[in-house]
């Protein structure tokens, strides 16, 4: 017989609970005790050392400090001190100031309108749960200092202490409270150098404070707080913390746009590293790893740079508070845009607006790394660079042996527009006989005479003998190896890669034909066919309509074959084979989830390398002034599309240094 209690819905009054335990198979929900909430706070806001060091600057620069002062010992674990001439703190405030969530930085309320670095409230219980924490304060206008005592979460009462104005804030044994956590840090060095990192981009976004630090008793960082106009004075800090050759070599940045500014200094492309630790990025004065503007960095140097080099650079992003949410990670390291298109455009095109600006620019470290490769060195000679050197694209090595020219292909009669007073192209292999090598009755270029190049401007020629020294990169006189032009300035020498030099020309004469007319094309009188592999073939010619719009047009011509029917104009003869094999490597490393005008620098630059003067072609005086010239007035003309240089000056009180005349 059915049970009238379930017959009717009701449980059956011996029926267990759903809530019990035995029934629903796991514990019930309780709530946690506060000092396991407490550590589990610590596990998000301090990860290590250098956590606990970011929280406490910030509190310092959020109380208006002018001068912060750190010192550590053991790389944090022993002892981390921050003292500052701040505000300071009441007795009541001190004992408000552990107690967690507990904050002055939010009157309104508003997590989306935070004018503050901190805001959370969390910082100095967290620090206090996990560690021996002491806080001495003194208010302005009190004439009595208080302290205040977490011992693992354990508090102390508030006692009168002595002090200056402003606050001190010591940190012992951090992490004792939770051994485990010890077990993961690094060494000390390690957490020191991360401790370094911290304060160097604190102090990068805010000249105006004078900060120290002392390492186990070693000073590691000391810069005074900069007077007068912050943007005038953040060079000076910048210089400081990266370095005199980011100072000497880096580019102002200001732009803004609705409402967004960017400020900040950019180095030149030929000053770069293989990692990205260089790059500073800060938004209303917060130091952000923000994945976004690491990106928009990138692709403002992708024409310039290659894949594992990257630039120095300290940008500034100042914008409505509203306008950017940094509620994002306990660590307030990642922030989100509410336009970030609007961000990502600032970045890109004020970055390559100020690199446009600086011309044929290159950084004064190329001359320096020269000096120092010709000082006499004990040992044995290095052995030469074998891959892609002189910025001859992708890894291609081009030796310099002067049977690398090819009479059948010559050079690319429209590859410099330069007209003489004849009206023939100065560097057109017609000018000279359908491309043939100049006949200069020996083994090596002509004796240079005081003959000019060409004006690119009105096509009359230019400025003889001494006058072409007036010029920012000489007059040319010799050619070394049939690779390298040598100029004389008028306090020095300058030395150019032709190929390198030659291929960032083209370059950029490729970019500015796709941008307003397109790419001018020249047929083949017979279409040259080209073995890649049936899996090479297909993914060129799944890009045969993008190719065609940058100049080159292909077509199928049987299994793993393709017909190359037409090339660029502007490369004049090539070699179509080397083209289409780069090409199709290019394609397999950049995967098909892109477009080929997205990753112009890409395509086009191999096509500018095989379209260049190559290593090993013989110049005439003529040449090489106009190749001077060209470089002189084309755009990031002092490095090859891979970051690397393009020329190399040496300036004669350099050079005598070296014979010991100085």
């Given at each position: 017989?059915?049970?009238?209690?379930?017959?009717?819905?009701?449980?059956?009054?011996?029926?267990?609970?759903?809530?019990?335990?035995?029934?629903?198979?796991?514990?019930?929900?309780?709530?946690?005790?506060?000092?396991?909430?407490?550590?589990?706070?610590?596990?998000?806001?301090?990860?290590?050392?250098?956590?606990?060091?970011?929280?406490?600057?910030?509190?310092?620069?959020?109380?208006?400090?002018?001068?912060?002062?750190?010192?550590?010992?053991?790389?944090?674990?022993?002892?981390?001190?921050?003292?500052?001439?701040?505000?300071?703190?009441?007795?009541?405030?001190?004992?408000?100031?552990?107690?967690?969530?507990?904050?002055?930085?939010?009157?309104?309320?508003d997590l989306f309108h935070i004018t503050?670095?901190?805001?959370?409230?969390?910082?100095?219980?967290?620090?206090?749960?996990?560690?021996?924490?002491?806080?001495?304060?003194?208010?302005?206008?009190?004439?009595?200092?208080?302290?205040?005592?977490?011992?693992?979460?354990?508090?102390?009462?508030?006692?009168?202490?002595?002090?200056?104005?402003?606050?001190?804030?010591?940190?012992?044994?951090?992490?004792?409270?939770?051994?485990?956590?010890?077990?993961?840090?690094?060494?000390?060095?390690?957490?020191?150098?991360?401790?370094?990192?911290?304060?160097?981009?604190?102090?990068?976004?805010?000249?105006?404070?004078?900060?120290?630090?002392?390492?186990?008793?070693?000073?590691?960082?000391?810069?005074?707080?900069?007077?007068?106009?912050?943007?005038?004075?953040?060079?000076?800090?910048?210089?400081?913390?990266?370095?005199?050759?980011?100072?000497?070599?880096?580019?102002?940045?200001?732009?803004?746009?609705?409402?967004?500014?960017?400020?900040?200094?950019?180095?030149?492309?030929?000053?770069?590293?293989g990692n990205a630790q260089m790059q500073?990025?800060?938004?209303?004065?917060?130091?952000?790893?923000?994945?976004?503007?690491?990106?928009?960095?990138?692709?403002?140097?992708?024409?310039?740079?290659?894949?594992?080099?990257?630039?120095?650079?300290?940008?500034?992003?100042?914008?409505?508070?509203?306008?950017?949410?940094?509620?994002?990670?306990?660590?307030?390291?990642?922030?989100?845009?509410?336009?970030?298109?609007?961000?990502?455009?600032?970045?890109?095109?004020?970055?390559?607006?100020?690199?446009?600006?600086?011309?044929?620019?290159?950084?004064?470290?190329?001359?320096?790394?020269?000096?120092?490769?010709?000082?006499?060195?004990?040992?044995?000679?290095?052995?030469?660079?074998?891959?892609?050197?002189?910025?001859?694209?992708?890894?291609?090595?081009?030796?310099?042996?002067?049977?690398?020219?090819?009479?059948?292909?010559?050079?690319?009669?429209?590859?410099?527009?330069?007209?003489?007073?004849?009206?023939?192209?100065?560097f057109a292999p017609s000018a000279r006989?359908?491309?043939?090598?100049?006949?200069?009755?020996?083994?090596?270029?002509?004796?240079?005479?005081?003959?000019?190049?060409?004006?690119?401007?009105?096509?009359?020629?230019?400025?003889?003998?001494?006058?072409?020294?007036?010029?920012?990169?000489?007059?040319?006189?010799?050619?070394?190896?049939?690779?390298?032009?040598?100029?004389?300035?008028?306090?020095?020498?300058?030395?150019?890669?032709?190929?390198?030099?030659?291929?960032?020309?083209?370059?950029?004469?490729?970019?500015?034909?796709?941008?307003?007319?397109?790419?001018?094309?020249?047929?083949?009188?017979?279409?040259?066919?080209?073995?890649?592999?049936?899996?090479?073939?297909?993914?060129?010619?799944?890009?045969?309509?993008?190719?065609?719009?940058?100049?080159?047009?292909?077509?199928?011509?049987?299994?793993?074959?393709?017909?190359?029917?037409?090339?660029?104009?502007?490369?004049?003869?090539?070699?179509?084979?080397?083209?289409?094999?780069?090409?199709?490597?290019?394609?397999?490393?950049?995967?098909?989830?892109?477009?080929?005008?997205?990753?112009?620098?890409?395509?086009?630059?191999?096509?500018?390398?095989?379209?260049?003067?190559?290593?090993?072609?013989?110049?005439?005086?003529?040449?090489?002034?106009?190749?001077?010239?060209?470089?002189?007035?084309?755009?990031?003309?002092?490095?090859?599309?891979?970051?690397?240089?393009?020329?190399?000056?040496?300036?004669?009180?350099?050079?005598?240094?070296?014979?010991?005349?100085?």
């Amino acid at each position: 017989m059915a049970d009238p209690a379930r017959a009717s819905g009701e449980p059956a009054a011996s029926a267990t609970p759903p809530s019990d335990p035995a029934q629903t198979g796991g514990p019930a929900i309780r709530r946690l005790p506060e000092g396991l909430v407490n550590r589990i706070a610590a596990g998000e806001v301090i990860e290590r050392p250098a956590s606990a060091v970011k929280e406490l600057v910030e509190n310092a620069i959020d109380a208006g400090a002018r001068r912060i002062e750190v010192t550590v010992r053991d790389g944090g674990r022993a002892l981390i001190a921050v003292a500052d001439d701040g505000r300071g703190m009441t007795a009541a405030e001190l004992e408000l100031a552990i107690a967690r969530h507990a904050t002055s930085k939010l009157p309104e309320e508003d997590l989306f309108h935070i004018t503050t670095l901190g805001f959370r409230g969390e910082a100095l219980p967290s620090i206090g749960s996990v560690s021996r924490l002491t806080i001495t304060s003194r208010a302005a206008g009190s004439d009595t200092a208080h302290r205040i005592q977490v011992d693992g979460g354990v508090e102390r009462a508030v006692e009168p202490a002595a002090g200056s104005q402003g606050t001190r804030v010591e940190v012992r044994d951090l992490f004792f409270a939770t051994p485990a956590r010890l077990k993961f840090l690094r060494s000390a060095r390690a957490e020191s150098m991360a401790i370094v990192d911290v304060l160097n981009r604190i102090a990068m976004a805010h000249p105006e404070i004078a900060f120290t630090l002392e390492d186990d008793g070693r000073r590691k960082l000391s810069v005074q707080g900069a007077q007068g106009d912050l943007l005038d004075s953040r060079l000076d800090r910048l210089g400081a913390i990266m370095g005199r050759d980011f100072k000497e070599n880096a580019l102002a940045i200001d732009a803004e746009r609705e409402g967004v500014r960017l400020t900040g200094h950019a180095g030149l492309p030929t000053l770069n590293r293989g990692n990205a630790q260089m790059q500073f990025l800060f938004v209303n004065g917060r130091p952000v790893r923000d994945k976004q503007l690491i990106g928009a960095v990138r692709a403002a140097y992708q024409d310039f740079l290659a894949r594992d080099r990257h630039p120095m650079l300290a940008l500034f992003l100042d914008c409505d508070p509203r306008w950017v949410d940094v509620n994002v990670h306990p660590a307030k390291a990642e922030v989100r845009f509410r336009e970030p298109g609007l961000v990502r455009g600032l970045i890109v095109g004020a970055l390559r607006h100020a690199l446009a600006e600086a011309g044929h620019r290159a950084s004064t470290t190329v001359a320096g790394s020269a000096l120092g490769a010709l000082r006499p060195q004990d040992g044995p000679s290095p052995l030469p660079y074998r891959g892609g050197s002189g910025g001859m694209g992708g890894g291609h090595a081009y030796r310099p042996q002067a049977e690398g020219w090819r009479p059948d292909r010559g050079l690319a009669a429209s590859a410099y527009s330069f007209q003489g007073p004849d009206g023939r192209d100065a560097f057109a292999p017609s000018a000279r006989g359908e491309g043939a090598p100049p006949d200069h009755g020996g083994e090596h270029a002509p004796a240079p005479t005081d003959a000019g190049a060409y004006d690119p401007e009105t096509g009359e020629a230019a400025p003889r003998g001494e006058e072409l020294q007036a010029y920012p990169l000489g007059a040319a006189r010799a050619q070394l190896h049939e690779t390298y032009v040598v100029a004389q300035t008028g306090d020095g020498i300058v030395i150019v890669d032709q190929h390198a030099a030659h291929e960032r020309l083209v370059y950029e004469r490729m970019k500015r034909a796709i941008e307003s007319t397109g790419v001018a094309r020249q047929g083949l009188l017979i279409p040259e066919i080209i073995d890649l592999g049936e899996d090479r073939a297909e993914r060129v010619l799944a890009r045969a309509e993008e190719l065609a719009e940058l100049g080159l047009v292909v077509e199928g011509f049987g299994p793993g074959a393709v017909a190359v029917r037409e090339t660029p104009a502007l490369l004049g003869e090539m070699d179509a084979q080397g083209l289409l094999n780069d090409l199709a490597d290019e394609l397999e490393e950049m995967g098909d989830a892109f477009k080929l005008k997205e990753s112009l620098e890409e395509v086009c630059g191999t096509m500018a390398c095989h379209g260049s003067v190559r290593s090993g072609r013989r110049l005439t005086v003529e040449e090489m002034n106009a190749l001077l010239r060209q470089m002189e007035a084309t755009p990031h003309s002092g490095q090859c599309n891979h970051g690397r240089p393009t020329y190399v000056e040496l300036k004669l009180a350099d050079i005598e240094k070296l014979f010991g005349r100085r």
